[in-house]
């Protein structure tokens, strides 16, 4: 199996540390908002990557974290804690805040079919673990304290931009603003470690005690912490969106090489930006949309992971409405055409016939995942096989046992790339319909008493209509 290593900035051929077993990292969610679409295309790219280590034969022990403290609204250490500014805004305590968009969290992987990973670790359940790569760093010589935080000394890390391949001079100029912030960091890159309850701090709530005075973590320690807690160093893979390599991959590496002497991990992999026209997608660019924002639009969350896998991760990937829909035509259609192919009655004669179209599909299916998840291609790949079974079902030229293998290989490749096609899609029962339909004339004639009746008569048969931009929308309970 191919995969592209950001570390080397080359197509590699994956060896695991240890035979038939991978050790993935993945970068969690910071906590304090719903996720939007553009992370949600990272989360989908890793998944397809442990899928595919699994098709081809791994046990795959995968951890991710949760940052639930200490990331500021910059990245780079400057700002206010992202929790806790969200907590003021939305009158909540910072617990409760991370707590529900946690949750939120949770149900977009459910609803993407994301699998979950087998060890999840928020990063206030790892604080004394923090706590003990800290003074490893102190002992090494890469941690110092000012009278503000701990901080890490990246002039004293050789090949601190080893990942990133910046130029150290422009990171400089990058984090200029920083120097300002606190005049005792020996140099501009250095990043905190750990943050005392000083200055603009002086009332963070989330606090624990340390060596050097109560406060909290900085955002780069969890991952250092988290991943090795469950995976020790060096582990396999880690994984994130491209956002991280400047800094916080940059600053994961320095931390757990500086107190280990020895790499975080082998293979760095790294997700391409969903965009928006020429704009990345973020909630201070105000173009934030999540994935309840494309169901309220009438898109079922496949359509949005149908939408994706078209690209390569690799690729930047242009979100637009009308994109978006393709996708929907396409996935739908991809679905009937499977479920429609495979749920003919097998009445055919028991005539002899090569088996070979199904094994070469398999293969090419096999070959494009394996060439650095190329998940159009694998895609691409299907779409041939299927239009190759229709042409025989049309001329009979097609036997039961045949079928049967196609449709197994076809299952497979379902399972690799988590479309659910062969999924029944909900079905509407037609009385259901003609009320909601009844439902939207009423609305359309301002006779909304009647409307509402009619929504409550439907909630009680167990329905919920939902007024879309795109007209009502209904669904069981
Ligand atoms: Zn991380």
Same mark, same amino acid.
């Given at each position: 199996m191919l995969l592209y290593n950001t570390l080397t900035r080359k197509k590699e051929t994956f060896k695991p540390l240890k035979a038939k077993r991978v050790g993935l990292y993945t970068c969690g969610p910071t906590v304090y908002n719903y996720a939007h679409i553009g992370n949600l295309r990272t989360y989908i790219f890793e998944d397809i990557l442990e899928r595919t280590l699994i098709f081809s034969g791994y046990a795959v022990n995968r951890?991710?974290?949760?940052?639930?403290?200490?990331?500021? @609204?910059?990245?780079?250490?400057?700002?206010?804690?992202?929790?806790?500014?969200?907590? $003021?805004?939305? $009158?909540?305590?910072v617990w409760d805040i991370a707590r529900f968009y946690t949750q939120a969290f949770f149900h977009d992987l459910e609803l993407l079919n994301i699998r979950i990973p087998k060890h999840i670790g928020a990063a206030t359940d790892f604080v004394p673990q923090q706590l003990d790569l800290i003074q490893k760093l102190f002992k090494n010589g890469y941690a110092y304290e000012t009278s503000n935080a701990v901080y890490?000394?990246? %002039? +004293?890390? $050789?090949?601190? @931009?080893?990942? #990133?391949?910046?130029?150290?001079k422009d990171l400089s100029v990058g984090v200029r603003d920083e120097v300002i912030e606190d005049p005792e960091k020996r140099n501009p890159a250095d990043f905190a470690l750990w943050f005392k309850l000083v200055g603009k701090f002086k009332n963070h709530i989330m606090r624990w005690k340390s060596p050097w005075g109560e406060g909290f973590p900085g955002w780069h320690i969890e991952c250092s912490a988290i991943s090795t807690s469950f995976l020790g160093q060096p582990f396999d893979i880690h994984t994130g969106g491209i956002d991280h390599i400047p800094v916080h991959h940059t600053n994961e590496i320095a931390q757990s090489e500086g107190a280990y002497h020895k790499p975080l991990a082998i293979y760095w992999m790294h997700g391409e930006f969903l965009v928006l026209k020429d704009s990345r997608m973020?909630?201070?660019?105000? &173009?934030?949309?999540?994935?309840?924002t494309l169901m309220d639009n009438g898109f079922h969350p496949m359509h949005y992971r149908y939408f994706v896998l078209m690209a390569h991760y690799r690729s930047p990937l242009t979100f637009t409405w009308e994109a978006l829909d393709g996708a929907r035509i396409g996935y739908e259609k991809l679905k009937n055409n499977i479920q429609t192919l495979f749920s003919e009655p097998a009445d055919f004669p028991k005539t002899e016939f090569s088996e070979k179209p199904v094994l070469e599909f398999s +293969?090419?299916? +096999?070959?494009?995942?394996?060439?650095?998840?190329?998940?159009?291609?694998?895609? %691409?790949?299907? !779409?041939?096989?299927? /239009?190759?079974? &229709?042409?025989?079902?049309?001329? $009979?030229?097609? &036997?039961? #046992?045949?079928?049967? /293998?196609? !449709?197994?290989?076809?299952?497979?490749?379902d399972r690799v790339l988590g479309l659910n096609l062969f999924e029944e899609t909900e079905e509407i029962p037609s009385h259901i319909g003609h009320m909601v339909k009844e439902r939207e004339i009423y609305r359309g004639n301002k006779q909304f008493t009647q409307a509402d009746a009619l929504r409550k008569k439907l909630d009680a048969l167990g329905y919920v209509v939902e007024d879309t931009p795109k007209g009502a929308r209904v669904r069981k309970k």
């Open positions: 951890v991710m974290n949760i940052t639930d403290v200490g990331h500021l @609204t910059s990245d780079a250490d400057t700002g206010e804690d992202k929790l806790e500014k969200e907590a $003021k805004e939305e $009158k909540k305590s890490f000394d990246t %002039g +004293k890390f $050789k090949d601190y @931009t080893k990942l #990133s391949r910046q130029n150290i973020g909630k201070s660019l105000g &173009n934030f949309i999540t994935l309840k +293969k090419k299916f +096999k070959e494009a995942l394996f060439d650095d998840l190329n998940t159009a291609s694998a895609l %691409g790949a299907l !779409q041939l096989f299927l /239009k190759l079974c &229709n042409t025989l079902l049309e001329t $009979k030229d097609i &036997n039961a #046992s045949f079928l049967l /293998k196609a !449709q197994k290989a076809v299952r497979e490749a």
